[in-house]
């Protein structure tokens, strides 16, 4: 991408740099916020890891090797913030990350940024059942539109193993959709 290119040497570039950053965080701070987010549940934290995330790239960027997209070495970054937040709350995040996918789930359709319908709530509430491990992986490819070579660089997993995730997460998803669809009817 001629303007990702642009950007970067921008990025790399000691006078530029402030000015550039900027235009990074109005391109892909809403993108990175909702995929942290879908991991860390809640507003609050996200945020703080949002800002830790970037925090990250300012100071790396002069390290970016430029072997993957932009975009892709960013969403790493923040999938690693994002493990680290959960770590570090650990004693508490297995209450927490619980009560805060309950919440999650009730509060949705007060949501402002939420328009969906019954289908889509009972979408989430399905994704929310799934392991850890699925719901990263059909969150990024379903929501995220990342390919899977993407996927594949940010979590450090193959492309086969990611694949046999999300087809056994949509499988999990159409059967509880068909099958909560017989019983309504």
């Given at each position: ?67 993957s997209a932009l ?5 790493r970054i923040a ?107």
């Amino acid at each position: 991408m001629k303007g990702e290119t642009e950007l970067i040497r921008r990025l790399k570039n000691p006078k530029l740099k402030n000015k550039a950053f900027k235009d990074l965080l109005d391109i892909h701070q809403e993108r990175l916020y909702w995929y942290i987010r879908k991991i860390v549940l809640t507003h609050d934290n996200a945020n703080d890891v949002l800002q830790n995330t970037f925090i990250r790239v300012y100071k790396g960027i002069q390290n970016f090797k430029e072997n993957s997209a932009l975009h892709t070495w960013m969403f790493r970054i923040a999938y690693n913030e994002c493990i680290r937040f959960l770590e570090k709350n650990k004693l508490e995040s297995a209450f927490y990350q619980n009560d805060a996918t309950k919440s999650y789930l009730s509060n949705l359709t007060q949501d402002a940024y939420f328009d969906g319908n019954e289908v889509q709530l009972k979408l989430h509430s399905i994704i929310s059942s799934l392991s850890e491990k699925q719901q990263r992986v059909f969150q990024m490819k379903y929501f995220d539109d990342l390919s899977f070579h993407e996927i594949s660089e940010i979590l450090n997993v193959s492309e086969n193993t990611l694949k046999s995730s999300y087809y056994s997460a949509v499988k999990t998803i159409e059967k509880e959709i068909i099958s909560d669809t017989i019983q309504t009817n």
